[in-house]
């Protein structure tokens, strides 16, 4: 069964991880995003099925009985869950899962999923956090930035930190992070992902079909 990791990247709102999360899609061909689902009306230009899944409280509601999502949470006021489904598709195609949630969930997919890598993305000072917040128009400002100062310590428990203060510089930090975790021993010779693998077939059958003579120190 070929399976790809799941990430998870989570930051205060306003930190830049819908913008990072995006730049990393497009540059990283075996990343997928895990569509998500909330209870909050679209903002302007938001599709359903592509920005999120947006739901009545109700159907949310019902989804959750039903053990539809993996993870979910209350955030701000409104509801937000990641389908199970879609991480199994993703990962079960050897593709890696981006999932972009809040702290909460990052703790709730960490528990059920240990090998999950979580990334805290922080932004470089509190004063440019609420300057992200206005230029992107929020609403909800105030509550926003202050969800935001409790969710900061949470850093700590999360597998790596990144600094999204230049765009270019975070993204590559973030890619640099997943493309290693594709150079695993254990994620390359374990299953089927040497077919992945840029290495001539001879190399490969050496590897697979041979003895390690170190084996016996
Ligand atoms: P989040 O998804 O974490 O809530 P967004 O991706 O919506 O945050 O970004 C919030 C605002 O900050 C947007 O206006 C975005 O263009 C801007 N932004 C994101 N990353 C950077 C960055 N590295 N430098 C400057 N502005 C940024
Ligand atoms: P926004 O309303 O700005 O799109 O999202 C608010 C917060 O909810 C963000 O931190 C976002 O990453 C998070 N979020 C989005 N989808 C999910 C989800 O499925 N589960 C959880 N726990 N958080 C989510």
């Known amino acids: ?36 689902a909330t209870t909050r009306k679209p903002r302007d230009g938001e599709i359903h099925g592509k920005d999120y899944y947006f739901l009545e409280e109700q159907t949310f509601k019902r989804k959750i009985e039903e053990g539809f999502f993996l993870e979910w949470a209350k955030v701000y006021r409104y509801y937000y869950g990641t389908p199970k489904s879609e991480v199994e598709r993703i990962t079960s195609q050897g593709k890696d899962a981006l999932l972009i949630i809040d702290v909460q969930g990052a703790f709730q997919v960490k528990k059920l999923l240990p090998n999950a890598i979580t990334i805290f993305l922080l932004p470089p000072s509190l004063e440019e956090l609420k300057k992200r917040l206005l230029q992107r128009g929020e609403k909800e400002l105030d509550e926003r930035f202050e969800w935001a100062k409790k969710e900061l310590p949470c850093a700590r428990y999360f597998d790596y930190a990144v600094v999204n203060d230049r765009l270019e510089k975070t993204v590559e930090e973030i890619k640099s992070i997943m493309l290693a975790n594709r150079r695993r021993t254990s994620f390359l010779f374990n299953n089927e992902h040497y077919k992945l693998f840029n290495v001539g077939g001879d190399i490969l059958k050496a590897i697979l079909g041979g003895k390690c003579n170190a084996e016996k120190i």
């Open 1 to 36: 069964m070929s399976t790809g990791f799941v990430y998870i990247l989570s930051a205060p709102s306003g930190t830049g991880k819908t913008t990072v999360g995006n730049l990393l899609l497009k540059e990283i061909p075996f990343l997928e995003r895990v569509i998500t």
